[in-house]
Every structure is written in C-alpha cells, then in structure tokens.
C-alpha cells in the first residue's frame, strides 16, 4: 500500500527557506508608500523589488489613507422621492408618523410625541 508521502519525493524539493519578516513602523509604511507613488512601477513590480507583499502594500495603504469620506455614505437630508401621504388602516394606531418596511414581515414605525 502505497501513502501520499511516500507517493511523493521530499527529498527532491530544496529546502524551505523561512521568510525574514520585516518589522515596519507607520512612518517607514508612509514613506514605502509615497516611494510607489512616486515610482511609476506597477504595484506587483515595485513589491517585487522592495520585496514586500503585495497584500501588505494594499493593507497600510487602506490603512494610512482611511476611508475615503463618501465612502458608504448617502446624503439623505433632501429626499429621494416624494412619497404620497398614506390614509391611516382601520384598527391601526394613527399616530404613527413614518412607517418602513424592512423586510422580512418586519415593519419599524416612528410616531410623534
């Protein structure tokens, strides 16, 4: 009976080496940061030559510019649409000032005080 590990030669492959990580401070990000932007390289070129990850180079980006102030944001202080005034249902409350449908049966209703 054969197993995985003696179906494959181990002894074929070099050696691993493990990988130097390099320990950056905010400050040496920002400055790796602007040397790309700078640089004219590609993103995967320029990790390449300063041998760094690509994913890191995104992370600190992400993380020393922040998001992006519109980023997810909807200005909802003119409205949208119009929407018609609804007559009060029988047997309802009608007090009820604003009603949203949230879905899935579930309804959130504001009322004035």
């Known amino acids: 009976m054969t197993t995985l590990a003696s179906a494959i030669d181990l002894s074929s492959q070099p050696p691993r080496k493990p990988k130097n990580r ?62 018609a005034p609804t ?3 029988p047997g309802n409350d009608s007090r009820w000032q604003v009603e949203l449908e949230l879905g899935a049966g579930v309804i959130l209703r504001v009322r004035a005080v």
């Open 87 to 89: 007559l009060p249902v």
């Open 22 to 83: 390099v320990m950056r401070t905010e400050t040496q990000w920002q400055a790796l940061l602007d040397k790309f932007n700078t640089s004219g390289l590609t993103r995967a070129a320029f990790c390449k030559q300063h041998g760094i990850a690509t994913s890191s180079l995104y992370r600190w980006q992400k993380v020393l510019t922040g998001p992006s102030p519109a980023a997810g944001f909807i200005d909802i202080t003119e409205p949208v649409v119009k929407a």
